[in-house]
């Protein structure tokens, strides 16, 4: 389930597969202990690496980088020397060999050599609570690639998950009621030392939907920096709309003595563009105070896309303001005050040179099937990639997209039956959609045929098909059914990995593989057609 923690996941699938919390728990947290252990451990040693002579040089890079010493101590700044000195630190305080290469912070080689996995790096502990150590950052102090490098993914850490400087700045979040979000390492330290101590980091180039769901969890007003590259990318705006989605869905009424409002308030995204070939330490070291200025005036999200896909598309033709309208729509939608609402309406009406009557016909005709329970698969298909992702949490998320997947195929006359060569069917979830699916990959026809099938199948095939599970634009079907396909996969890998997890280091090998490939699923991207 996207909207939930990787833990999350696999405690949902253990009920699921019958294992008790018990059980669950007590393996979880056997690992979880000797990772906050090495984590711990680890993390003295770095820092004092950093202040020793090995660390001389990573010191001098710091200073050039204008960070003084006391932001190094603040957030823990180390450096892990060349070779294996790390390793064998953890050795000589007694941590095993195979959990120092198992929890990310040693390989092996094909010779048997072990290397720190953060060799000649200058090190940035991440952490979401004080002392609690969740995994880290490296940058490389020589030629050698990549430049950045985060702790692999274990059940403490996940890079998409975590918020870098959210141990620092969460009071101060809670105080403003403003977050401001940034992308790197640097940048937090930075705006930290001068004075703007609400900043965090994704550490990546768009947020996820679990970081939005932390952000939302303390403050009810975000500012998101994003540099020129991404401003209008096809990649921070399928993130907007995933995270804003989070942040409407979880706008919540602050208690009374928290701040000095108790009452409901709106959820307020806002976004800066940064000037070109500028990153927010740059901005901050070369004017604080319009770094300031550009916050406050910051643009509302609407407001934001309005004015960036304007620059993107041609406003002159009737296929662009359909595009711009497409986009924009479900971030309306999401909007729950009507007076806002009717304030972006009536902004997007300017932009395009349309009346608002028909910006919101348009947006009423969409929105009425959309919200329309009576039929769930259509509404999946209604905004295919986005839908995937918001499956209600009381719902079986692999049983309604092995539903809508079914759905589809039997909807769609004459689909290639090669999209499902080398995916495995025994992946769905429900045994009537199974059934079905190994029908129709064997049959050379249509499997409506009543003679063709068994009796008690004829009748589910009847309840799946339907004509508006119909896509007349084929590369649409074609991005829906990958979609679909890629996220079952990632389901079922995720409750198989459930059993794995009950002896974790007996099943290393096969979790990591599985952990692997789930990542790679999270990270292809297929088209969105609009």
Same mark, same amino acid.
């Given at each position: 389930k996207e909207n939930i923690s990787f833990i999350e996941s696999l405690k949902y699938f253990s009920k699921k597969l019958g294992i008790s919390d018990k059980s669950f728990n007590s393996s979880r947290s056997k690992i979880l202990e000797e990772i906050r252990k090495i984590n711990n451990l680890a993390v003295n040693f770095f820092k004092h690496s950093l202040f020793s002579d090995k660390g001389a040089l990573t010191r001098d890079y710091l200073k050039e980088r204008g960070i003084t010493k006391e932001s190094a101590l603040k957030f823990n700044l180390g450096y892990n020397p060349k070779g294996n000195e790390l390793y064998n630190y953890l050795i000589s305080s007694g941590i095993?060999?195979?959990?120092?290469?198992d929890?990310?912070?040693a390989s092996e080689n094909s010779k048997g050599d072990v290397i720190d996995f953060f060799s000649e790096r200058l090190i940035f502990p991440i952490s979401e609570l004080k002392d609690n150590v969740l995994g880290f950052g490296? @940058? $490389?102090?020589?030629?050698?690639?990549?430049? *950045?490098?985060?702790?692999?993914?274990? !059940?403490?850490f996940d890079k998409g998950s975590v918020l870098y400087g959210l141990d620092q700045a969460a009071e101060n979040i809670r105080d403003e009621d403003e977050c401001v979000l940034v992308e790197g390492y640097t940048d937090v330290i930075t705006a930290h030392q001068f004075g703007f101590k609400n900043v965090i980091a994704s550490m990546g180039t768009a947020i996820t939907i679990y970081q939005a769901n932390k952000i939302s969890d303390i403050s009810n007003s975000v500012v998101i920096a994003l540099d020129s590259d991404q401003a209008g990318s096809e990649a921070t705006l399928n993130a907007l709309d995933k995270s804003w989605g989070v942040f409407k869905s979880n706008n919540k009424e602050l208690p009374a003595g928290i701040t000095n409002k108790s009452i409901k308030k709106n959820f307020n995204l806002r976004i800066v563009t940064l000037p070109? +070939?500028?990153?927010?330490?740059?901005?901050? @070291?070369?004017? &604080?105070?319009?770094? %300031? %200025?550009? $916050?406050? +005036?910051?643009s509302p999200i609407v407001e934001y896309l309005i004015e960036s896909l304007s620059n993107k598309f041609d406003l002159s033709t009737a296929e662009g303001k359909e595009l711009i309208e497409e986009i924009i729509r479900p971030f309306i939608s999401k909007e729950k005050n009507p007076y806002i609402q009717d304030q972006y309406v009536s902004m997007l009406s300017?932009?395009?040179?349309?009346?608002?009557? @028909?910006?919101?016909?348009?947006?009423?005709?969409?929105?009425? @099937?959309?919200?329309d329970n009576s039929n769930r698969l259509f509404k999946l298909k209604e905004n295919s990639f986005n839908s995937f992702q918001t499956i209600p949490d009381d719902k079986n998320r692999l049983k309604i997209l092995s539903e809508y997947l079914t759905g589809i195929v039997l909807s769609n006359k004459n689909l290639n039956k090669d999209l499902f060569i080398d995916w495995d069917i025994e992946m769905i979830d429900d045994t009537i959609c199974k059934q079905i699916l190994y029908k129709w990959s064997k049959e050379?026809?249509?499997i409506e045929n009543e003679n063709k099938?068994?009796?008690? !199948? *004829?009748?589910?095939?009847? *309840?799946?098909? &339907?004509?508006?599970l119909i896509f007349f634009d084929n590369e649409k079907l074609i991005n829906v059914i990958s979609q679909c396909k890629n996220d079952i996969?990632?389901?079922y890998l995720i409750a198989k990995n459930v059993i794995l997890m009950l002896d974790y280091q007996k099943n290393i090998d096969e979790i990591n593989k599985i952990e692997n490939r789930i990542k790679i699923l999270d990270n292809t991207t297929i088209k969105k057609i609009y």
């Amino acid at each position: 389930k996207e909207n939930i923690s990787f833990i999350e996941s696999l405690k949902y699938f253990s009920k699921k597969l019958g294992i008790s919390d018990k059980s669950f728990n007590s393996s979880r947290s056997k690992i979880l202990e000797e990772i906050r252990k090495i984590n711990n451990l680890a993390v003295n040693f770095f820092k004092h690496s950093l202040f020793s002579d090995k660390g001389a040089l990573t010191r001098d890079y710091l200073k050039e980088r204008g960070i003084t010493k006391e932001s190094a101590l603040k957030f823990n700044l180390g450096y892990n020397p060349k070779g294996n000195e790390l390793y064998n630190y953890l050795i000589s305080s007694g941590i095993e060999s195979k959990n120092i290469i198992d929890f990310g912070l040693a390989s092996e080689n094909s010779k048997g050599d072990v290397i720190d996995f953060f060799s000649e790096r200058l090190i940035f502990p991440i952490s979401e609570l004080k002392d609690n150590v969740l995994g880290f950052g490296g @940058r $490389i102090m020589s030629d050698k690639n990549p430049k *950045y490098i985060n702790t692999k993914k274990n !059940l403490l850490f996940d890079k998409g998950s975590v918020l870098y400087g959210l141990d620092q700045a969460a009071e101060n979040i809670r105080d403003e009621d403003e977050c401001v979000l940034v992308e790197g390492y640097t940048d937090v330290i930075t705006a930290h030392q001068f004075g703007f101590k609400n900043v965090i980091a994704s550490m990546g180039t768009a947020i996820t939907i679990y970081q939005a769901n932390k952000i939302s969890d303390i403050s009810n007003s975000v500012v998101i920096a994003l540099d020129s590259d991404q401003a209008g990318s096809e990649a921070t705006l399928n993130a907007l709309d995933k995270s804003w989605g989070v942040f409407k869905s979880n706008n919540k009424e602050l208690p009374a003595g928290i701040t000095n409002k108790s009452i409901k308030k709106n959820f307020n995204l806002r976004i800066v563009t940064l000037p070109d +070939n500028s990153d927010p330490d740059d901005f901050i @070291r070369n004017s &604080s105070e319009k770094w %300031k %200025k550009s $916050i406050l +005036n910051a643009s509302p999200i609407v407001e934001y896309l309005i004015e960036s896909l304007s620059n993107k598309f041609d406003l002159s033709t009737a296929e662009g303001k359909e595009l711009i309208e497409e986009i924009i729509r479900p971030f309306i939608s999401k909007e729950k005050n009507p007076y806002i609402q009717d304030q972006y309406v009536s902004m997007l009406s300017k932009e395009l040179n349309v009346s608002e009557e @028909r910006i919101k016909a348009g947006f009423d005709s969409k929105t009425k @099937r959309f919200n329309d329970n009576s039929n769930r698969l259509f509404k999946l298909k209604e905004n295919s990639f986005n839908s995937f992702q918001t499956i209600p949490d009381d719902k079986n998320r692999l049983k309604i997209l092995s539903e809508y997947l079914t759905g589809i195929v039997l909807s769609n006359k004459n689909l290639n039956k090669d999209l499902f060569i080398d995916w495995d069917i025994e992946m769905i979830d429900d045994t009537i959609c199974k059934q079905i699916l190994y029908k129709w990959s064997k049959e050379d026809n249509s499997i409506e045929n009543e003679n063709k099938i068994e009796e008690n !199948l *004829y009748n589910e095939i009847n *309840y799946f098909q &339907s004509d508006k599970l119909i896509f007349f634009d084929n590369e649409k079907l074609i991005n829906v059914i990958s979609q679909c396909k890629n996220d079952i996969e990632r389901e079922y890998l995720i409750a198989k990995n459930v059993i794995l997890m009950l002896d974790y280091q007996k099943n290393i090998d096969e979790i990591n593989k599985i952990e692997n490939r789930i990542k790679i699923l999270d990270n292809t991207t297929i088209k969105k057609i609009y």
